[in-house]
């Protein structure tokens, strides 16, 4: 079964660096979708990249996706304090009725002051 | 802007007991989905609904689970008789269609 890995497992940097974090994932997709959790609360939802992009933005957020390589990385410019969270990449495959979301292991990511 | 809500945020219930979660999806979504998260562990899916019956559903969603949209808003998670390790957040999720999915912000189950 396909299964979303994240690296690194933590990353801590300083507020104004960037952070960069890699997925990667086992079988074909539809789309690969990132996502951020505050601890203890719900997802919320980043970025999509569909398998026919390679590269897409929104705001400080920077996609790109390998489709040879089955590997997504998110980066984050300019971080805030407000960034610190776990971000977890998803990928979608196409069924029949659903588009059930497999979440990868996550990043914690720690943006010090 | 519109949101998924679930309630209650946090549900204690005795081993063997039934539970019932509760989310009000995005009024204008058409798909519906449950995943969980054990404490420390990924997010899993457990199952997707469209068009009033289940779509997918996961290894995780036995017998003992079940899921029904009893009105136009509602969108039920049932565990008949629960058990310890069912102790996890759930999390609600809706789509207008085949992308990007809102959650709601989970209801805690602790089963003891």
């Known amino acids: 079964s396909q299964q979303g890995e994240e690296d690194p497992q933590a990353l801590s940097i300083q507020e104004g660096e960037n952070a960069t974090m890699n997925c990667s994932y086992k079988?074909?997709?539809?789309?690969l979708q990132w996502y951020r959790q505050n601890s203890g609360r719900g997802l919320v939802h980043l970025i999509l990249?569909?398998?026919?992009?390679r590269e897409k933005h929104s705001g400080r957020l920077r996609v790109t996706l390998d489709t040879s390589k089955k590997s997504s990385s998110l980066l984050i410019t300019a971080s805030r304090a407000a960034d610190t969270a776990s971000y977890f990449c998803a990928t979608v495959v196409y069924t029949g009725g659903g588009n059930k979301l497999t979440f990868g292991t996550g990043t914690q990511l720690k943006v010090e002051l | 802007e519109p949101e998924v809500t679930q309630t209650p945020s946090h549900q204690v219930t005795q081993m063997g007991q039934e539970v019932i979660l509760h989310c009000v999806p995005i009024?204008?979504?058409?798909?519906f989905y449950w995943y969980r998260q054990i404490l420390g562990q990924k997010v899993e899916f457990l199952v997707s609904f469209y068009n009033n019956e289940i779509s997918e559903k996961s290894e995780i969603f036995d017998d003992q689970f079940s899921v029904e949209r009893p009105d136009g808003s509602n969108f039920t998670l049932k565990i008949r008789s629960t058990k310890l390790e069912d102790s996890a957040m759930y999390f609600c999720?809706?789509?207008?269609?085949?992308?990007?999915?809102?959650f709601g912000p989970g209801t805690r189950l602790t089963v003891t």
């Open positions: 990249i569909r398998s026919n992009e």
């Open positions: 079988t074909s997709i539809n789309n």
């Open positions: 999720a809706s789509s207008e269609a085949r992308y990007e999915q809102y």
């Open positions: 009024s204008n979504h058409l798909y």
